[in-house]
Each structure stands twice: as C-alpha cells, then as structure tokens.
C-alpha cells in the first residue's frame, strides 16, 4: 500500500509532512484530507484566526500530486 502525504500550504508558506500514513488508495486519502481539512477549519474559527487561502496537498509517496483540498472547500452552506 502506498504512503501519502499531507502538506499544508498556506499565506506563510508549505508545511511538509514528513510522517505520512499509509492508506488502501487515492480516494481514502483524499477522504482523509477532507476530514483533517474539516478538523484544521473548526480550529481556525474556534481561535478566531482569519480563514486564509490554506489548502491541504495530498502527495502519493511517488511524487503524484492526488488532490488539493482548500479548508474553505469543505465548508457546508446553503
């Protein structure tokens, strides 16, 4: 099973994840990235921090950028 990565690139740069998790396939990282994107919004509000253009950049252990994943893009509203 490959590796993957979650980086975060926001306004003050990229933040490289150097640990990664394995996981079955691309989708269930991309679903992994939602749920940490998810999770990383909610902090950001609960703090009051300006919701910036951060984005988690999921990277397969080949190099393969697979998804990129804007918090704001995980925002619910109707």
Not at 6 to 17: C, K, M, T, Y
Not at 65 to 75: D, E, M
Request: aromatic residues 6%.
């Amino acid at each position: 099973m490959p590796r993957y990565f979650f980086h975060v690139r926001d306004a003050e740069g990229l933040s490289v994840d150097m640990e990664g998790a394995i996981l079955s396939t691309d989708e269930q990282a991309k679903r992994e990235a939602v749920q940490a994107a998810k999770e990383m919004l909610a902090e950001k509000i609960l703090r009051d921090e300006i919701l910036d253009g951060a984005a988690f950049e999921v990277v397969r252990s080949d190099g393969i950028l697979i998804a990129k994943i804007p918090l704001k893009s995980v925002i619910r509203l109707k």
